[in-house]
């Protein structure tokens, strides 16, 4: 099964949310709203505070989200954003983990094994400078 609803997140696609506490994504920033009801209900903006991404974050999320979907990611979609490939960019975490057997080479990408989906946050770690 796939979560259509988080799938959204996971491709990095731009999201606007609303409420307390809660979080959009646009053109590469973060912007998180303010957790309080109160002070959420009563600010002008709702804005607690307004994240631009760098490069690097942004690959890592590449990695990081697009690992949650059973199917992996793939070169071409990393390359067509960044112009690099995941493969030069993460080498040594992408041979340790699949050392690990925590996830496996496919054709033209990589994606979690059972295990790597068993130890998910370990995999993400990885890809965390």
């Given amino acids: 099964y796939e979560s259509k609803h988080n799938t959204l997140y996971w491709d990095r696609k731009n999201y606007l949310s609303f409420g307390p506490a809660s979080s959009s994504f646009i053109k590469n920033q973060l912007i998180d709203h303010i957790p ?10 709702n804005l607690a505070e307004i ?14 989200f697009g690992l949650r979907k ?4 793939f070169s071409k979609d990393y390359c067509k954003q960044f112009g690099t490939s ?3 960019d993460f080498k040594t975490e992408i041979s340790k ?4 057997k925590l996830i496996k080479i496919i054709p033209n990408g990589i994606k979690l094994t059972k295990l790597g989906i068993d130890f998910y ?3 993400a770690i990885e890809f965390i400078n």
């Fill in 36 to 45: 309080n009801l109160n002070s959420y209900l009563n600010s002008k903006d």
């Fill in 51 to 64: 994240t631009k991404l760098t490069k690097q974050e942004l690959k890592e999320d590449f990695m990081i």
């Fill in 70 to 73: 059973t199917n992996g990611i």
């Fill in 86 to 88: 995941f493969f030069d």
């Fill in 97 to 100: 983990l699949v050392d690990e």
């Fill in 121 to 123: 946050d370990k995999v």
